[in-house]
């Protein structure tokens, strides 16, 4: 658990186009903020800025008193759900898993340990010998959130991790979502373009405009009385 403190932070694109402008914002610890806003806001720029993923131009990022600006991507505890989930097509299910803990040299009985732990959350258990390619597309988004899970991260960053599943399985696995953020009580943020998922899984919403942060608020504050 974390809280993040962006102040005054902004991206500028080295063709000059500045996608975020003196945006503040502060995410407490345990909580899931997700940000909304129309195609081209912002959204996953700034997703990728936290993930460390895209440089800051300006301005200061803070995991609790820890200024981020300046530490490698593997030092900043966090782990991103991308929205093509980026498995390893080679690699089983419990390799996709333990590649993170792998290059960080964990023990491996605690890399067993984890994996399977994480595994049973997911009920992934019975498929931890199969590749990506075996799975359905429900099964491997477990994975990507197994995988995030695994490093015990401080952060959990969500790019739009449902958007390639069908509309029966997106309701499944976004109540997942939520009941596994729940119970890790990790501090999370989440993109979306799609409304319902904003509000079902958000205890705060940010809606971002033209890179700047526009309204902030629990989704009853924005959506029953605008
Ligand atoms: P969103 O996720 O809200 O759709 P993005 O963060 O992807 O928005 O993009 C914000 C703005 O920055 C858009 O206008 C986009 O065209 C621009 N942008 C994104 N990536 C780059 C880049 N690498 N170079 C220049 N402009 C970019
Ligand atoms: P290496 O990287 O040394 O080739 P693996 O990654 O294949 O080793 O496996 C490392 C350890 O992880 C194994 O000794 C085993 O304990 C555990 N492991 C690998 N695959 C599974 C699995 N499908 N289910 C449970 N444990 C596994």
Redesign the pocket.
Same mark, same amino acid.
């Given at each position: 658990m974390a809280t993040l403190t962006l102040t005054d932070i902004a991206k500028s694109y080295p063709n000059g186009y500045q996608a975020i402008k003196q945006l503040n914002l502060t995410i407490a610890d345990g909580e899931m903020v997700v940000l909304v806003g129309p195609s081209g806001c912002g959204k996953s720029t700034l997703l990728r800025m936290i993930a460390g993923l895209e440089e800051i131009t300006n301005g200061s990022l803070k995991i609790d008193s820890r200024e981020v600006n300046h530490l490698e991507p593997g030092e900043r505890d966090i782990a991103m759900v991308f929205q093509n989930y980026a498995l390893y097509p080679h690699m089983?299910?419990?390799?996709n898993m333990?590649y993170g803990l @792998?290059n960080r040299k964990t023990p491996? #009985?605690e890399? @067993?340990r984890l994996?399977?732990e994480a #595994?049973t959350m997911l009920e992934l258990?019975h498929l931890?010998?199969r590749k990506p390619k075996q799975l359905s597309g429900g099964q491997r988004q477990r994975v990507a959130m197994g995988r995030a899970i695994v490093r015990e991260p401080k952060v959990f960053l969500f790019d739009e991790p449902l958007s390639n599943l069908d509309a029966k399985l997106r309701v499944q696995m976004r109540l997942e979502i939520k009941k596994l953020q729940r119970r890790l009580g990790t501090t999370s943020v989440y993109v979306t373009h799609d409304q319902v998922e904003a509000m079902t899984l958000a205890d705060k919403l940010v809606v971002l405009n033209k890179g700047n942060v526009e309204q902030v608020g629990t989704p009853l504050d924005l959506y029953d009385n605008p």
């Open positions: 089983s299910v419990y390799d333990a @792998k491996k #009985a890399i @067993k994996v399977t #595994a258990s931890l010998d």
